[in-house]
């Protein structure tokens, strides 16, 4: 399935400081649906290269991160349950800065 993926507020540094990526997310065995979930496992492993604990906790994000799908809150269109379709477009923000 391919989605676009696109990191900000800091977050990119965590993706080799790349924004955007388009990339093709294969159904894990025995699902056949793609859900948020399914995706976050997804970028830990594929695209997180370093300090995952920034971007994760659990299997979800970390509280002050903000996820929008289709530029939606997920947390309006069921968080981790959120069912995703070819081309959708998932923006992680992260809302916390250091000073």
């Not at 025995?30 to 496992?41: A, F, H």
């Not at 695209?47 to 929008?68: A, D, N, Q, T, Y």
């Not at 939606?72 to 995703?84: A, F, P, R």
């Amino acid at each position: 399935m391919q989605l676009t993926l696109e990191f900000g507020g800091g977050l990119e540094l965590l993706c080799e400081s790349v924004k955007v990526h388009n990339v093709n997310v294969d159904l894990p065995k025995g699902v056949d649906k793609l859900t948020m979930r399914n995706l976050l496992s997804w970028v830990r492993t594929n695209l997180i290269k370093e300090r995952p604990e920034m971007f994760m906790k659990g299997e979800s994000v970390r509280p002050g991160v903000l996820v929008l799908v289709n530029d939606c809150d997920w947390e309006l269109c069921g968080q981790l349950e959120t069912t995703l379709e070819e081309k959708v477009v998932v923006v992680f923000i992260s809302t916390l800065h250091g000073g």
